[in-house]
């Protein structure tokens, strides 16, 4: 039985805690504090723990969490993470607690970022800071267009995949999705309802990809209506490119 809970950390950091009946493993612990606190009150042993990328808020409990597992820390090749134990590339296969995961590598966020994709019980996505409920990550290292072929990437996958991304940034980005495309209905019913879940305190991660596609305009730069009702932004005599409408609108919400 597959269960998925998470630990938070520093404000908006989720530290996905996944669980089988073979174990427990952590992914991105940013801080040692909180998961120790927690492994204490749930008394439970960390067998594995996985790693999307280098930032220090997702790697900052490494040090100390290292010597308490009982497995391996396993993450992307990157010479800015130490203590990994297992280094992993773009379509190789990882086991933890009876689950398998596949590995994508999807630079942009970071050049070493990568996500972990599993279909052994259920579709799951971690995907740390790449994809957010209705947005995506700065573009802090890789180009615009390798962030957009890296999203392209996880759009490929199954659209009942539940995604598992890093921060509770949703609210926020529903706002900035909201000037995109005022006119989207789904966006603006899912809008209201992250609302309620906030103001309850209710995490609204995960999310799916099915929903995504629907409401997340970094993954509809592509689609006609998204393009349609910013054309009075840009010069829609030009025939822009995906990359190009990609980097528009990650600029913009940079800007704000
Ligand atoms: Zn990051």
Redesign the pocket.
């Known amino acids: 039985m597959l269960k998925i809970s998470y630990i938070q950390a520093y404000s908006d950091n989720y530290i996905w805690l996944i669980q089988t009946n073979e174990g427990n493993t952590l992914v991105d612990p940013g801080d040692a504090g909180p998961v120790l606190d927690f492994i204490q009150k749930e008394e439970i042993e960390i067998n594995d723990i996985l790693i999307t ?1 280098h ?1 220090f ?2 790697v900052g409990g490494l040090k100390t969490l290292k010597s308490l597992i009982k497995g391996s820390i396993i993450g992307p090749e990157s010479k800015n993470i130490n203590d990994l134990d297992y280094k992993v590339k773009d379509g190789e296969t990882i086991n933890t607690i009876g689950l398998e995961f596949s590995v994508i590598e999807i630079p942009g ?2 050049l070493d ?1 990568i996500a972990f994709f599993s279909n052994t019980e259920k579709e799951v996505l971690f995907c ?2 790449t994809i957010f409920s209705g947005g995506c ?1 700065r573009v ?1 290292e890789g180009t615009f267009e390798q962030m957009n072929n890296s999203i392209n990437i996880l759009c490929r996958l199954p659209k009942s995949t539940e995604i598992y991304c ?1 921060h509770e940034y949703t609210l926020s980005n529903l706002i900035f999705a909201k000037q995109v495309e005022p006119e989207n209905d789904e966006l603006n019913h899912y809008y209201d309802e992250v609302i309620m879940m906030r103001e309850n305190d209710i995490s609204s991660i995960p999310t799916t990809l099915n929903r995504e596609l629907q409401i997340n305009p970094f993954l509809r730069v592509s689609n006609a209506s998204l393009r349609e009702s910013i054309s009075d932004k840009l010069n829609d005599s030009v025939q822009l490119s995906d990359t190009e409408i990609f980097k528009f609108l990650r600029t913009w919400k940079d800007s704000l």
């Open positions: 990328h930032h808020d997702h966020h970071t970022h740390g800071d990550g802090f890093a």
